[in-house]
């Protein structure tokens, strides 16, 4: 100890300058003999700020590492990773279903409970997923974002097929984007049915994005499909994602920029 920065008190024991604390105490005089000392350290309110600062700094730093480990995992792309709450601009009346999502994240879990959000190309279903995935990914919870597509090739390649569904399975939440958008063939097909009714057996939540329709779904007569369907029905609250396509807005927004960029080069 630096004993500039301690002074001894009238009961004779060291004391913090900053925060008046003993930085010992006495040993009781039976024991004294025994130790070959009359004081020990203690640890004045200083030193426990500072060693529980440190420990939050190591807390918080343990849990960006976590994060950023699954953050990797969930998304297959990197720009997913910015699909926040926080970067959301409003424009998405049904964002608050997504917040809702989170915020009963563990009676969701409990109960299992999925959503299938479906509606036009670009109505910012997928957004809304990752932003659930990403908010969930905070609180350290496992979260995979994939497609059929990509499972059914993990699928393929995996020596045992088996295992590789239960690992796609085991995460707390399982997002499935464009549903439909898969390949039709018998063995893509069967792929698909055995993830989702793996999860469905597993209890665990999951959420589909599509652009078919509800209707589409529950009228198909193909009978594989309507296998699948039924599962994702069965499991999975429809939601109606409706409005303008956020993409064609920002087509919009790049051709605008892309034309003030070269109209400012040919005034030049």
């Known amino acids: 100890m630096d004993k500039e920065k301690f002074f001894i008190g009238k009961d004779g024991l060291e004391y913090c300058e900053v925060c008046r604390e003993p930085v010992e105490r006495y040993i009781p005089k039976y024991a004294q003999d025994l130790f070959g000392m009359k004081t020990h350290p203690r640890q004045c309110a200083c030193v426990r700020m500072r060693m529980e600062k440190e420990r939050q700094e190591r807390k918080e730093q343990e ?28 424009s998405n009346p049904y964002m608050k279903y ?28 997928s957004y809304m ?36 569904i239960e690992a796609v399975c085991g995460y707390d939440l399982l997002i499935l984007d464009d549903l439909g958008s898969e390949r039709n063939s ?34 198909t007569q193909n009978l594989d499909y309507k296998r699948i369907y039924d599962r994702v029905l069965g499991s999975c609250q429809p939601i109606c994602i409706k409005g303008e396509s956020h993409r064609r807005e920002k087509e919009n927004q790049n051709k605008r920029a892309f034309e003030q960029i070269f109209r400012e080069e040919e005034s030049e």
């Open 63 to 90: 849990h960006r590492q976590e994060v950023e480990k699954n953050i990797k995992i969930c998304f297959p792309e990197r720009a997913m990773r910015d699909w926040n709450f926080t970067n959301d601009d409003g």
């Open 129 to 164: 997923a990752a932003c659930i995935a990403n908010a969930l990914l905070e609180q350290e919870k496992r979260v995979l974002m994939t497609n059929f597509t990509t499972i059914s090739n993990g699928v393929f390649a995996a020596i045992d097929k088996n295992d590789y």
């Open 98 to 125: 997504a917040k809702q999502y989170v915020e009963h994240w563990d009676e969701v879990k409990k109960k299992g409970m999925g959503m299938l959000l479906w509606g036009d190309v670009g109505t910012g279903k």
């Open 186 to 219: 018998g063995f893509v097909v069967e792929s698909v049915f055995s993830v989702l009714d793996r999860r469905v057996c597993s209890g665990k939540p999951m959420i589909i994005t599509t652009n078919l329709t509800v209707r589409e779904m529950r009228e």
